[in-house]
C-alpha cells in the first residue's frame, strides 16, 4: 500500500492538505533562461616589418557566471544506493514513528528486537519524499578562458606566400552545487534510538534525526547534517601549430591555355593536441549525492592528430564564348591519431557559368569527424535520461503498466514482478518521466565518415541588376555515426521483436525489476554508451533571394529570404536494421524539432545612411509527433500507444522589430522588439520533454515578446 503522512499518522495518498503533496510538480522551478554574467577583453595586432615578414598576435579573455535553482532534492524512490532494492531502511524501533506507523511497517517482534538492539532490525520501505522544508538545490557556475595565437606571414617569392602560427586555447570551469543531500547522511537519519522527545541517531557523532513521519517534523538541524555541498573543477587546452603554404602557378606560366588564371595550389601541415582534465571533490566522486545519477569519475585524458594538406585550384576555360568560367577545385588531408587512427578526406568541386549572370556548382566531400576525448574516455557512470515512464511498470497517474506481460517479459521482467500490471506489479516507476542510463566513453570507437553531394545555382542576372538568387541541393550520408543507440528504439524493437540486440541494452534490477537504478554494479538501467551506431542520411534543399529596391528621397528597401526544405531525415540505428524517417516530425525519438519547410523573410529600410529599420519574419512549419508516425521503429516508441495530445505541433510566425541609429562616428544605438506578437511556444507534455526541461522544444521562441536596447561606442 502507499500511503502519505499527516499528523503523526499513514493516511492514503488521496487525502487532502498534505505537506509535502503526495504529487510534487517540479515544473515551477524550472528556468526558462538563466541569468548569465559575462566579461569580454582582447585585442588584435600585427606589425607589417616587410613583404617577407608580417607578424600578428590575437589574445581574447572570456569569464562568465552563472546561477540556477531547480526542485528541491529528495528521498527519491527506488534510488538509495547503498540497499539492493533501493528503498530505505527505517528501523523498527524508531521513537519518530506512531503507534500506528510503526505497526504497519514492522510486526511487534521485530519492534521489541529492534528495542533490544538498535537499528538490528529495520524496515525496508519505499520512500518518495521532496525537501520541501530546505527549498530548491542551487547550482553555481563559472568559466574562464583564453586563447593566445601567435604568428608570421608573407611572401617568400613571385607568387608564393606563406602562413605559420601557434595557438594555445585553456578553458577552466568550476561548479558548486548546494542543498543536496547525501544518500550515506540519509540512511543515518533514518535509523533512530532514544525517545520522541530525545530522539538521537544510533550512528551517533553529528547526524541528527530526521523525521519525516509527522507534519513539521523536520528540524534546521536535520538539514544542516543532510544537505551536502558538491563542487568540481576542470580544464581544457587546446594546442595548435600551423603551416601552409599558397601559390599562384600562374606567376611562372603554369596554366591551362583556354584559361585567363593560372592553377593556384596550397599545402602544410597542422598539429592539434587536445587535453581535458575533470576533478571531482570526494563528495561527487563517491556517488552519494542525491540525484546527481552516480558517482562523477576523475577525468584526465589527450588526444593529438598531425595532418598533412594539399588543395589545387585549376581554372580550365575562361572567357570564352559559352563558358564565362570553368573551375575545377580539389583537396586532400591525411590525418594521424594518436590513438592509432589513420584516416584520410578529400573534395572534389567543379565550378560553371556560361555567362557572369549564372554559376552552376557541383561538389563531392569526403569528411570525418575523429571521436572527442570525452567520447573515448570518460568512465562509465548512471545517470538520468529523459524517457517517460517504464511501460512494463504502473503508471502515476494510470496505475496499470502500458504494456502486457508476455512483451515486457523480453525487457528482463519476471512474472512475479509484473503480477497482474496493476495492484499486484511491483516494479518501481521511474521519477518525473526519468529512468537510468549506463553512459560512459568507448576507446575502440571509429570517426565518423560522411559523404556529401551538392549541386546548386547561383544568379544575379544583368536584366535585373538589383536582384541576387541561389538555389542548392545537398545529400549528406553519415556512417559509424559516434552515440548512443536511441533508448526509445531500444525500448520499442525489445518489446516487439525479443531481438537480443536491443534487449541487451536493458538491464533491469534483478530484486525489483525497475529501470530507475542508482549504481553501475546494482544494474536498472537502459544502456547509452557511445558507440558507432548505424547510419543517417540528411537531404533537402536551401534556397536564398535578394533584391534591393530604390526609394528616391526616402532611401532604399532591401528585401532577402532564406528558406530551407527537408525532403529526407533518415536514421538507421542498426546496420543492416530497419530505418525511421524523421522529416516532418518531431519527439522523443527523432529528439530535434523537424519542419519539412522553414525560412526567415527581411526588410530592410535604410531611410538615411546613418538610420534603418529591419522587420523580419521566421516561419517554422507544422511537425507531427514521431511516436504516431506509421513506421515500425516510431510508432507508439514513446508512449505505447497513439497520441492524441499534442498529436501535431502547428505552424508558428514570429515578427521581430529592429532599428539602427548611427549617432555619430564612434556611437551607433540598436533598439527593437523581438516576437512582438508575443506568441508563445506549443506546449508539450512531459512524456515528451522530461528530466527539467520546461514543457516546450527550445526549437520555438519560449520567453515571449523582448525588448531590447544597445549601445556600441568605439574609441
Keep these: 500500500a502507499a500511503y502519505s503522512v499527516k499528523g503523526n499518522q499513514f493516511v492514503p495518498r488521496s487525502t487532502a492538505g498534505l505537506s509535502p503533496p503526495a504529487f510534487f510538480n ?9 541569468g548569465d554574467e559575462r566579461y569580454n577583453a582582447g585585442f588584435i595586432t600585427h606589425v607589417d616589418v616587410n613583404e617577407f615578414v608580417k607578424p600578428y598576435a590575437e589574445f581574447s579573455f572570456m569569464n562568465d557566471r552563472t546561477h540556477q535553482e531547480v526542485a528541491p532534492t529528495a528521498l527519491f524512490r527506488n534510488s538509495q544506493v547503498l540497499t539492493d532494492t533501493g528503498n530505505y531502511r527505517v528501523n523498527c524501533s524508531n521513537p519518530l514513528l506512531s503507534a500506528q506507523q510503526a505497526a504497519i511497517l514492522c510486526t511487534p517482534q521485530q519492534i521489541a528486537a529492534d528495542l533490544l538492539n538498535p537499528g538490528s532490525v529495520s524496515a ?9 522544508e530546505g527549498g530548491g538545490r542551487t547550482y553555481d557556475y563559472e568559466h574562464t578562458n583564453y586563447r593566445l595565437a601567435l604568428g608570421t606571414k608573407g611572401s617568400i617569392a613571385d607568387g608564393w606566400s606563406y602562413d605559420t602560427y601557434g595557438q594555445y586555447y585553456y578553458t577552466s570551469f568550476s561548479n558548486i552545487n548546494g542543498n543536496d543531500f547525501s544518500f550515506d547522511k540519509i540512511a543515518n537519519a533514518l535509523q533512530v534510538t532514544g525517545t520522541a522527545a530525545a530522539p538521537r541517531c544510533i550512528s551517533a557523532g553529528a547526524c541528527v534525526p530526521y523525521n519525516i513521519f509527522s507534519d513539521g517534523g523536520v528540524t534546521q538541524a536535520a538539514l544542516d547534517y543532510l ?5 568540481a573543477t576542470g580544464s581544457t587546452e587546446l594546442r595548435t601549430f600551423h603551416a601552409d603554404l599558397s601559390g599562384d602557378l600562374g606567376v611562372h606560366g603554369i596554366k591551362v591555355p583556354l584559361a585567363e588564371d593560372g592553377v593556384g595550389v596550397n599545402v602544410g601541415y597542422e598539429y592539434r593536441r587536445e587535453r581535458v582534465r575533470y576533478l571531482p571533490d570526494a563528495a561527487y566522486e563517491s556517488g552519494l549525492i542525491v540525484g546527481t545519477g552516480g558517482a562523477y569519475p576523475r577525468i584526465d585524458n589527450a588526444l593529438s592528430v598531425r595532418e598533412g594538406f594539399a588543395e589545387v585550384r585549376v581554372p580550365i576555360v575562361q572567357q570564352r564564348p559559352g563558358v564565362h568560367e570553368l573551375l575545377f577545385d580539389t583537396g586532400y588531408r591525411y590525418s594521424d591519431y594518436s590513438t592509432g587512427v589513420k584516416t584520410d578526406t578529400y573534395k572534389f568541386e567543379l565550378q560553371y557559368a556560361p555567362v557572369a549572370d549564372y554559376r552552376l556548382r557541383a561538389s563531392y566531400n569526403r569528411a570525418i569527424r575523429a571521436p572527442s576525448v570525452v567520447e573515448l574516455y570518460v568512465p562509465q557512470l548512471v545517470g538520468k535520461i529523459a524517457f517517460g515512464e517504464d511501460p512494463c511498470a504502473p503508471g502515476e497517474t494510470t496505475g496499470v503498466a502500458a504494456e502486457q506481460l508476455a512483451k515486457c517479459l523480453n525487457t528482463g521482467v519476471t512474472a512475479a514482478q509484473y503480477g497482474n500490471g496493476g495492484s499486484t506489479n511491483t516494479i518501481p516507476q521511474g521519477t518525473a518521466g526519468q529512468l537510468t542510463q549506463l553512459q560512459g566513453g568507448n576507446p575502440a570507437l571509429r570517426p565518423e565518415q560522411a559523404d556529401s ?6 544568379l544575379q542576372p544583368s536584366s535585373l541588376p538589383d536582384f541576387t538568387g541561389s538555389i542548392d541541393y545537398y545529400r549528406i550520408k553519415l556512417k559509424d555515426a559516434v552515440g548512443p543507440l536511441d533508448a526509445q528504439v531500444i525500448m520499442r524493437n525489445c518489446l516487439d521483436t525479443a531481438d537480443p540486440k536491443y534487449c541487451s541494452q536493458i538491464r533491469r534490477q534483478p530484486l525489483t525489476g525497475t529501470l530507475n537504478g542508482a549504481s553501475v554494479t546494482g544494474g536498472g538501467y537502459i544502456v547509452q554508451t557511445n558507440v558507432n551506431i548505424g547510419s543517417s542520411l540528411l537531404e533537402g534543399i536551401d534556397v536564398q533571394a535578394g533584391y534591393r529596391l530604390g526609394l528616391g528621397d526616402f532611401g532604399s528597401l532591401r528585401l532577402l529570404v532564406n528558406g530551407a526544405y527537408q525532403l529526407s531525415n533518415d536514421t538507421t540505428p542498426l546496420p543492416g536494421g530497419g530505418t525511421y524517417e524523421c522529416a516532418g516530425l518531431f519527439g522523443p525519438t527523432c ?32 511537425v507531427k509527433l514521431d511516436n504516431n508516425d506509421s513506421s515500425p521503429l516510431l510508432l507508439g516508441s514513446a508512449l505505447g500507444d497513439i497520441a492524441t495530445f499534442r498529436a501535431k505541433m502547428p505552424a508558428v510566425s514570429y515578427l521581430d522589430l529592429a532599428a539602427s541609429w548611427e549617432a555619430g562616428k564612434h556611437l551607433q544605438v540598436r533598439g527593437g522588439i523581438s516576437n512582438a506578437f508575443d506568441r508563445d511556444p506549443p506546449l508539450a507534455s512531459f512524456e515528451l520533454v522530461s528530466g527539467g526541461a520546461p514543457n516546450y522544444y527550445e526549437f520555438y521562441d519560449g520567453l515571449g515578446r523582448q525588448l531590447f536596447l544597445a549601445v556600441s561606442a568605439k574609441f
Excluded: K
Excluded at 553531394?453 to 547561383?458: A, I, Q
Excluded at 523573410?601 to 521566421?618: E, G, H, K, M, Q
Design 227 to 231: 544537505e551536502t555541498l558538491g563542487t
Design 124 to 132: 525496508d520501505v519505499e520512500i518518495g519524499r521532496r525537501n520541501v
Design 453 to 458: 553531394y551538392t549541386l546548386g545555382l547561383t
Design 26 to 34: 517540479s515544473q515551477g522551478y524550472i528556468y526558462m533562461q538563466r
Design 591 to 622: 529528439q530535434t524539432v523537424n519542419p519539412r519547410w522553414r525560412h526567415t523573410a527581411r526588410a530592410s529600410w535604410n531611410f538615411r545612411p546613418d538610420l534603418s529599420f529591419v522587420a523580419t519574419w521566421r516561419f517554422l512549419g507544422s
